[in-house]
């Protein structure tokens, strides 16, 4: 079975600063996809970013990255310029790619605080 | 632009009662799921589907059936409420396996 790890149960950032969120997984595929996932108050899930294994730069969106170490299955975010809207539950998910007919294992989630 | 919608958006059970939790999608997506949410456990997959008339179990699919009849929607039920089944659901779908969801925006259910 799959598992996705994410330590940091909660952290804080100052608004403008950089925060990583850290996420591990645990994956046999070869070929296979990761995701960060934002959950706001309003309960909405956002996908934020998307990487595909096989591929080896990391993918971008605006102010979020990714650090892909395939090697190491580690697949933080890196949210840089802080907003007081990107205050939410982040959560890291996996899909084991081939047969798994698009089934997303999450981790546990990260909930961030950014302070004015 | 309805994306996916979730109905209801809250409800309060009680212990034994039986409802259903509908999923619609007007995209055209094959696969639908239906996860629940818990404190400090992420999202848990209960059932799913990849087309069609096709369901499958997911990761705790235990006092749950689903149905998925036409291809839009996507049925959760529970025949027998328990309060272990307080949770949040979330219904998601996506055109393929390598894509991120689309999900609605959840069910608030309470079994008391």
């Known amino acids: 079975a799959q598992t996705v790890t994410q330590s940091q149960p909660e952290m804080s950032v100052q608004e403008a600063e950089t925060v990583t969120l850290s996420c591990t997984y645990d994956?046999?595929?070869?070929?296979?996809?990761l995701f960060w996932y934002k959950q706001p108050p309003s309960r909405q899930m956002i996908l934020v970013i998307r990487?595909?294994?096989?591929?080896?730069q990391n993918a971008t969106e605006n102010r979020f990255s990714v650090n892909f170490q395939k090697a190491a299955k580690s697949f933080s975010l890196k949210i840089s310029d802080s907003q007081l809207g990107d205050a939410a539950m982040y959560f890291c998910?996996?899909?084991?790619?081939?047969?798994?007919?698009?089934?997303?294992?999450f981790g546990q989630g990260t909930i961030l605080t950014v302070h004015p | 632009n309805a994306g996916v919608t979730q109905t209801p958006k809250f409800r309060v059970l009680k212990t034994g009662q039986s409802m259903t939790l509908l999923c619609a999608q007007d995209?055209?997506?094959?696969?639908m799921y239906w996860y629940r949410q818990d404190p400090g456990m992420g999202l848990r997959l209960i059932h799913y589907?990849?087309?069609?008339?096709?369901?499958a179990k997911g990761e705790v699919p235990d006092g749950y059936n689903v149905s998925r009849l036409k291809k839009q929607n996507f049925l959760l039920g529970l025949e027998s409420a328990a309060p272990s089944q307080t949770s949040v659901y979330f219904c998601?779908?996506?055109?393929?396996?390598?894509?991120?969801?689309?999900f609605g925006s959840g069910t608030r259910l309470t079994v008391v």
């Open positions: 998601a779908s996506t055109p393929t396996g390598v894509y991120g969801y689309t």
């Open positions: 994956t046999s595929e070869s070929d296979y996809y």
């Open positions: 990487q595909e294994a096989y591929k080896q």
């Open positions: 998910a996996d899909n084991a790619g081939g047969t798994s007919y698009g089934k997303l294992t």
């Open positions: 995209m055209n997506h094959e696969y």
């Open positions: 589907s990849v087309g069609e008339g096709t369901t």
